[in-house]
């Protein structure tokens, strides 16, 4: 016989971990994967790995308005991936120390509770265009740098 609707039994989606290991948790690990959750930011922190950029150059790079990459910069900030210097109007935003130390060495961002490893973003492939007077495209994005999430 099947459950009723109102039986107490729940169905269970995911095992919660033992209360002894939540415990261990480092908060601050919590707060910086919830700022690389959107693939902007990931892409933003694949393009910081390599030199300190200001907000036009990443806008320009990853492809979205001054304004989105200006919020996006703000999130990656609090959570204490990014440092920011100030020279006269200008803020240069790059990895904070430790981060990028070890990123440098390996292309590997080393969050100490998991790490995330940059590729190298793929070149472009030249494409032909077709003749019809219709083939106006749409600004394309650049290639994005791909990251996998490593326990």
């Known amino acids: ?5 109102n039986s107490p ?3 269970q989606l995911y095992r919660q971990p033992p209360r002894e290991r939540v415990a261990s948790i480092d908060p601050d690990c919590v707060v910086a994967l919830k700022a690389l959750g959107e693939d902007t930011r990931v892409r933003i922190i694949g393009l910081l790995m390599d030199a300190p950029l200001d907000v036009g150059e990443i806008t320009r790079l990853v492809g979205v308005s001054q304004y989105n990459v200006s919020k996006h910069l ?3 900030r ?8 100030k020279t006269g109007r200008r803020h240069l935003y790059a990895l904070v120390d430790g981060i990028r ?19 190298p973003p ?7 265009r077709s003749n019809s007077s219709r083939s106006h495209s749409k600004r394309k994005r650049p290639l994005s740098t791909v990251a996998r999430a490593t326990r």
């Open 9 to 11: 039994r729940r169905l």
């Open 101 to 119: 130390k070890r990123a440098a060495e390996s292309s590997v961002l080393d969050l100490g509770c998991c790490s995330f490893r940059f590729e």
């Open 1 to 5: 016989m099947a459950d009723s609707p």
């Open 122 to 128: 793929a070149q472009p492939t030249p494409t032909s």
């Open 78 to 85: 609090e959570a204490g991936l990014l440092q920011v210097e």
């Open 74 to 76: 703000r999130i990656l």
